[in-house]
């Protein structure tokens, strides 16, 4: 992780226009995604990451530096997500009581895949078994009561045909009516939104993808 962030910190020159405001608000997400996990899993490399956001965003970065900066978080996203699945193995916390607290999740209603990624992920196997896992739309007061998971069923049944959309880039139809992975995640899909997110990380969506079905079994 800090190899990756060195890296990108040190370098300059190449192009010499400054990334678009778009741009500049995707680097910020992925950031805040890597400080949430870095949170139990510090590492040097966060500093030099955050310096360079900071430089972006008073424009004395070129869109060279962005997408350096982006290959970084990727890169430092996905080793996070590995040290934490690492540590469940090890501490043995599957295996404790079945009546621990329950996991909320917030997600947008208009943004239902990007804004429950990162939580999704970041979360521990049993925190998204049925009982554990509650789902909450942002702005809204419905929640999911004692012993029903209404709102977290209706959350499922939207992620799950926004994942089997063609457009999206994860599935494609197949022979006899059934889905089948795509072999380039995102290539087919649209190059807007969370398509183009799942072109930029196909790792992670897959990830994500084999964790909603998981959920909805």
Known sequence: CSAAAAS???????????????????????????????????????????????????????????????????????????????????????????????????????????????????????DLRPGRLQVRYRGEEAMDGEGGGGVTRAFLTQVGKLLGDPALGLLLPAVGGHWQLSPEPGFLGAHAGDAADVRRRPLLWARFLGRAIGMAA
Request: proline residues 4%.
């Open 8 to 126: 990108a910190a040190g370098a300059a020159g190449g192009g010499r226009d400054p990334p678009s405001a778009s741009v500049r608000a995707r680097l910020r997400q992925r950031l805040r995604e890597v400080q949430a996990l870095s949170e139990d899993h510090a590492w040097s490399g966060l500093e030099a990451l955050e310096r360079m956001e900071r430089e972006l965003e008073e424009d004395d970065g070129d869109e060279l530096k962005a997408a350096m900066l982006e290959r970084a978080l990727t890169t430092v996203q996905g080793a996070l997500y590995s040290f934490a699945e690492v540590d469940l193995l090890f501490d043995g916390r599957s295996l404790r009581s079945t009546h621990a607290q329950a996991f909320a999740v917030e997600v947008e209603r208009q943004a239902p895949l990007g804004s429950s990624l990162p939580q999704i992920l970041a979360a521990r196997p049993e």
